[in-house]
């Protein structure tokens, strides 16, 4: 049979055993012609693979293209508060005092000047107390904190800017503010959703999962995202918001159910807040991965500040983000290092931070420098 008869046969039919050539009895010519028209079978084998290959090329391009989006590249979100309309806005740019419970007064013009060292911190508007301790092989370092102004208490953003792959360090952010005290925050530039508000003006509006909020007469709660009155809760004052978790305290109790959900109970690096009064918080950074320092559970963790008096308190960003700045020097070892990795050492770069900082008109010195 001639090798003419083989190819003569369109590409969707299937050839007849009968009408294929035995391969050995090809002379060389017809073999070489053979082989370069390939039967029917084969081209579609050979076409189906160009197409599985065209495929996973477009599908890595396009992931890796996405990544750089997503991680890589910054770029700014526009605030629910500019979305919404002009009425909405002027609800949600208002800070009102809480009916019956006034704001915390803002400072007079005559301040005197703070009193500081390496630990503590007092002026007419704050007072910072760090103590460090070891619980359980870990570095445990606490701010007890009081507020007598509520401007003061600041949820700051990486450069300034709300979006997405925007980040400093902690560090970074406390120098900029100028801020006495910092640690990091929720971390909301990694996540689309949660509940941000920032300075009484709302952000982005994707409830989530449980949030802590702090308002203008001091209060810290913890408020469910998914069945709050956002507009509610922004015309009696709330002013700062953060959206992490899990709750660790509620009303002096512990959240067990809540430690599950997270995903996040082995030992690590921790940051949180607790409430021991109105106008009166505890923060707390513990060192982890290292080898003088464990790192902590959730559950150990809220005990904690159970032990500390609080009676609510919640788990901000932890692991290689856990860091606590105070008076331009960092206070403890973080293991997120510069370019985010866990366990390098040094600050990871964050898009947001927790900040005490004077008010415009107050005298501050930081490193002995006023500024």
Known sequence: MDIGIFLCYDDMNILLEEDMPRYNDLDSRQRRHYSQYPQPARRRRLNIFKFI???????????????????????????????????????????????????????????????FDDMNYVSSTMEVHITIETIKNC????????????????????????????????????????????????????????????DGKLYRNKPARKMLAYFADGRLEIIDEKTADINALLANGLLQTFSFGPSLLENGQFMPDDYKKSGLNPLNPRTGIGRLANNRFLFIVVDGRQEDSDGITLKDF??????????????????????MVFMDKLVNNPCGGVAGFSGIGGERSLSDAVCLIEPENHDIIINNKEE
């Open 53 to 115: 290959r065209f495929i996973l090329i477009i599908g890595v391009l396009g992931t890796g293209v996405w990544l750089l989006f997503r991680f890589v590249f910054p770029y700014d979100e526009t605030p629910e508060y500019i979305m919404q309309t002009s009425q909405a806005q002027a609800v949600a740019t208002q800070i009102p005092s809480v009916s019956g419970v006034p704001a915390i007064p803002s400072t007079s013009p005559a301040i005197a000047m703070p009193v």
């Open 139 to 198: 570095k445990v370092h606490f701010a007890d904190v009081t507020i007598k102004d509520s401007s003061v208490f600041k949820k700051i953003f990486a450069n300034g800017k709300f979006g997405r792959n925007i980040k400093q360090t902690t560090s970074e952010m406390a120098a900029q503010q100028k801020a006495v005290f910092a640690v990091n925050g929720d971390y909301y530039g990694y996540r689309d959703d949660g509940i941000i508000v920032k």
């Open 302 to 323: 809220a005990q904690v500040f159970l032990d500390k008096g609080c009676t609510e308190a919640y788990n901000l960003d932890g692991g290689g983000s856990s860091s």
